[in-house]
C-alpha cells in the first residue's frame, strides 16, 4: 500500500510540470484531464472530512497521504480549462471561461490552502487540522458555488 502510494505520488509529481502546461491534442483530453485530477481531489478530500467528522475512525497515516494527494492535486486541473474546452456534458459553467481571471484566482486560493492543511496534518493536533480543512473546503466551495453546475 505504502509503495502504491508513493508511486501515484511519485507519477503525479512528474506529470505536475509536464502536464499542467501541457497542449492537449483535443478539447475532450483536457476534460478527461481535469475531470480525472478533481475527481481523484475529491475523493481524498471526502475520505479526510470523514475521519474528522468522525464517520470513520481517524488513522494519522492515511489523513497524511490523503492530505499530500489533495496538496499535489490541488496545482493539476486549472490548466486544462482553457480556451475551446466548454464543451457541452460538463459540471463547468459558462462562467469559467467568461470569468477565467476570476476563476484562476479561487484555483489559486485552493492552492494556497492545500499547504496549510498538509502542515496541519503533519502536525497531528486535530484542532489545527479541523481550522486548515475547513479553511481548504471552503476555498472548493465558494469555486463551486460560482463555476460549477
Not at 492535486?73 to 480549462?81: E, H, T, Y
Not at 485552493?110 to 479553511?135: E, M, N, S, Y
Request: with cysteine; net charge positive; aromatic share 8%.
Amino acid at each position: 500500500m505504502k509503495y502504491l502510494a508513493r508511486s501515484i505520488s511519485m507519477l503525479c509529481f512528474a506529470l505536475t510540470s509536464v502536464c499542467a502546461h501541457a497542449a492537449f491534442p483535443r478539447p475532450s483530453s483536457a476534460v478527461h484531464y481535469r475531470r480525472a485530477a478533481l475527481l481523484v481531489m475529491g475523493h481524498h478530500t471526502s475520505d479526510l472530512g470523514a475521519m474528522l467528522r468522525g464517520r470513520q475512525p481517524y488513522n494519522a497515516a492515511q489523513a497524511l497521504n490523503d492530505a499530500r494527494v489533495i496538496a499535489l492535486l490541488s496545482q493539476l486541473p486549472w490548466g486544462a480549462f482553457g480556451p475551446g474546452t466548454d464543451v457541452a456534458g460538463t459540471q463547468a459553467k459558462p462562467a469559467v471561461w467568461r470569468e477565467h481571471a476570476r476563476f484562476l484566482q479561487d484555483a489559486q486560493r485552493l492552492q494556497q490552502a492545500t499547504p496549510a492543511l498538509l502542515a496541519a496534518v503533519q502536525g497531528g493536533k486535530l484542532d489545527q487540522v479541523r481550522v486548515a480543512f475547513g479553511r481548504t473546503v471552503k476555498t472548493c466551495k465558494a469555486c463551486h458555488d460560482d463555476f460549477k453546475r
